[in-house]
């Protein structure tokens, strides 16, 4: 073989090796990129994970941390709270919170404009369970929300489970009972006048008036 002819395939057989690195290498840039959206998708796993954790939180749980959340307005705390009351255990909340369920009821009392009538039946299922300084305070919240919108508690206690609305309307006549018994009767009556009232919202009505003689 003359000295051209080598030079000739020692050359063909560079390139042909730069060529088949060069495609070899292609493949594991192209990997490379692709896995930058798996990447991404790896951070998902942990917020599902963060919210089935807040899920699962209990109604005690959630009130106390909404309650503590300085990020909040007043209104916001207070809707997201009674948003959670139905069934809520004080005595267990008491527990979890050092003895904070006194301090959350009396805040729920200080901002009860902020609750909505539509929250009514919530705050009616949360009565029970209550004794001493708890019972009195949220029976105070009761007082207020029925001398505030009778049409809607009425309504509310008509509908809810017997158990509760019982200590529904012993809470409210408690709560009313610092005001003089005959002139809060009076109101009651001549608000019911003007009200269609269905039977079993007579029969809240009539309840009512009757524990308002013994409140205790």
């Given at each position: ?108 009392y200080k901002q009860r404009a902020f609750i909505p009538s539509e929250s009514f039946p919530n705050v009616i299922r949360a009565s029970d369970g209550l004794d001493g300084a708890l019972s009195e305070s949220y029976a105070a ?30 809470s409210i006549a408690y709560g009313l009972s610092y005001q003089e018994p005959k002139v809060v009767k009076k109101e009651i009556r001549q608000w019911q006048a003007g009200q269609k009232l269905t039977a079993a919202e007579k ?14």
């Open positions: 073989m003359s000295k051209g002819s080598m030079f000739v395939s020692v050359v063909c057989t560079l390139l042909l090796l730069s060529v088949t690195v060069g495609c070899a290498s292609n493949p594991v840039e192209q990997y490379t990129d692709a896995a930058v959206p798996s990447g991404e998708k790896a951070v998902k796993p942990k917020q599902s994970s963060a919210n089935t954790q807040q899920t699962r939180q209990s109604k005690e749980e959630r009130v106390l941390s909404f309650y503590k959340d300085s990020s909040l307005s007043d209104e916001e705390k207070v809707h997201h709270i009674t948003d959670d009351l139905a069934g809520i255990q004080w005595g267990k909340l008491n527990k979890n919170s050092e003895h904070q369920s006194l301090e959350i009821i009396e805040y729920l919240i009761m007082g207020e929300l029925f001398t505030r919108d009778k049409t809607a508690m009425t309504r509310a206690l008509a509908n809810t489970d017997k158990s509760y609305r019982v200590h529904g309307i012993g029969q809240v009505i009539r309840t009512l008036l009757v524990k308002l003689d013994d409140p205790y």
